[in-house]
């Protein structure tokens, strides 16, 4: 799934919103179940699909096609559910990286890489991308195209499109979907990905694809379903169109000083390379940062006791397919393990309990508590949550990370039985 600048990028971002639990929720969720044929089509509703077609006809889509794409359709129940359903847990970054980068899915791309080293090659030649990058967020989003999606792309799309949620969103990503069929890129019966519309190898919505597909073999369609070089020309269009630096790497893991000041530990905070090695990181293996003239910045997924990375320019590229710091950090070490890097070396003996939603709300609600603002009591660490632990760690006199841990929330519950840290 891709999306770039204002709609392909809000896309992407709503997107992950709704499956902020895995990656692979829009590619690997079981088929859809059948439609309530016994629905009672409402004057709404067809008042509302009238409107459709009027909006698909202005948009260029002919009345062949959207009579096709939607003959009979009525919601799908299965998409609904999956759309409203909400993750029970907070996964670690250990649990989600082990899951995704395990020696299984390491082997494959490995052999990947050599299987397609021709056409990755052509790839990175025309684009700048390095096959091993291409290869990793395949491996990610459908398991090197294993698992693309069986739901109706028309079919599902034009469900939550009906839907209130993200209405207005869904109905501009049907339409582009129409719009796809009317080019002739794809038939509708292979018209097939995720309950959310993400499509083919490397799950586009339709807006990615009406932006950033190429006609990679050359037979005058894009066909990133069943065509690798479709496939992985667009994902390679994508990425360059988005800022990818060929001459960069996407970061690496280091190694923090003792009394390393945690508040500058986030994506937003860049430094020249030399600021950071003169403030005593240093390559996870002890040596010397290189000398470059990069910005980068570190981030540290799972608190101050866990792994950490420095990240560059490019790490902001993968961000902009999927906005998980995860999800960014897994294809980079993906891409790093099937080139022959070792794992990760650092950070394992760390808090690595689950969060419930329900304790990440009580953690949130203990900070609304104290006056300082988590956002939403929703249960997901957004970015306000984040703020507001950092504020309280500093208070308290803990490193600021802005990690939601088990032991933080075990901390917060002892010192909510005496007083609050001084300062909050």
């Not at 996964?91 to 890489?113: M, P, S």
């Not at 299987?115 to 052509?122: W, Y």
């Not at 091993?132 to 999606?149: H, I, M």
Request: aromatic content about 8%; hydrophobic content about 40%.
């Amino acid at each position: 799934m891709k999306f770039l600048h204002t709609a392909p990028l809000l896309a992407r971002w709503l997107l992950f919103c709704l499956c902020i639990a895995s990656p692979y929720v829009l590619a690997t969720d079981e088929p859809p179940a059948t439609p309530a044929s016994e629905m009672a089509l409402s004057p709404e509703f067809t008042t509302w699909l009238a409107q459709l077609r009027q909006d698909a006809l202005r948009q260029g889509i002919s009345n062949k096609t959207f009579d096709q794409a939607l003959a009979g359709f009525q919601p799908i129940p299965r998409v609904i559910e999956l759309d409203q359903r909400q993750p029970e847990f907070v996964d670690t970054f250990w649990n989600y990286l082990d899951r995704r980068v395990e020696n299984r899915r390491v082997a494959q791309g490995k052999e990947h890489l050599r299987a397609h080293a021709k056409l990755l090659r052509s790839v990175q030649s025309k684009h700048g991308i390095p096959a091993s990058v291409l290869v990793a967020f395949w491996g990610l989003e459908t398991n090197y195209g294993g698992t693309t999606g069986n739901f109706p792309v028309p079919l599902a799309l034009a469900t939550l499109a009906y839907d209130n949620r993200r209405s207005e969103f869904f109905r501009r990503e049907l339409l582009n979907a129409l719009s796809i069929l009317e080019q002739g890129h794809i038939g509708l019966g292979d018209m097939n990905g995720s309950w959310a519309g993400a499509m083919g190898q490397m799950q586009f919505m339709p807006s990615t694809f009406l932006h950033y597909a190429v006609d990679g073999d050359g037979n005058g369609r894009k066909d990133i379903w069943r065509s690798l070089p479709d496939a992985f020309h667009s994902g390679a269009n994508y990425l360059k169109k988005i800022g990818w630096r060929s001459n960069e790497i996407w970061g690496r893991e280091v190694l923090l000083p003792e009394g390393f000041d945690f508040e500058s530990a986030r994506p937003e905070i860049k430094r020249p390379l030399h600021e950071w090695a003169a403030l005593g990181v240093r390559k996870a293996d002890g040596k010397p940062l290189p000398r470059t003239k990069q910005i980068g910045a570190i981030v540290v997924p799972q608190g101050h006791d866990g792994p950490a990375f420095l990240v560059y320019r490019n790490f902001d590229v993968i961000m902009e397919w999927n906005r998980s710091i995860n999800y960014a950090l897994a294809v980079g070490h993906l891409a790093d393990r099937i080139t022959g890097a070792p794992a990760l070396a650092l950070g394992r003996n760390v808090d690595n309990q689950r969060l419930t939603r329900d304790q990440l709300m009580q953690i949130q609600h203990q900070l609304s508590q104290l006056g300082l603002d988590p956002g939403n009591i929703d249960g997901i660490p957004g970015s306000k949550t984040r703020l507001a632990i950092r504020a309280y760690q500093k208070a308290a006199g803990l490193p600021p990370d802005g990690h939601a841990s088990a032991s933080l929330l075990e901390f917060m519950k002892k010192e909510s039985s005496s007083t609050a840290p001084a300062g909050v």
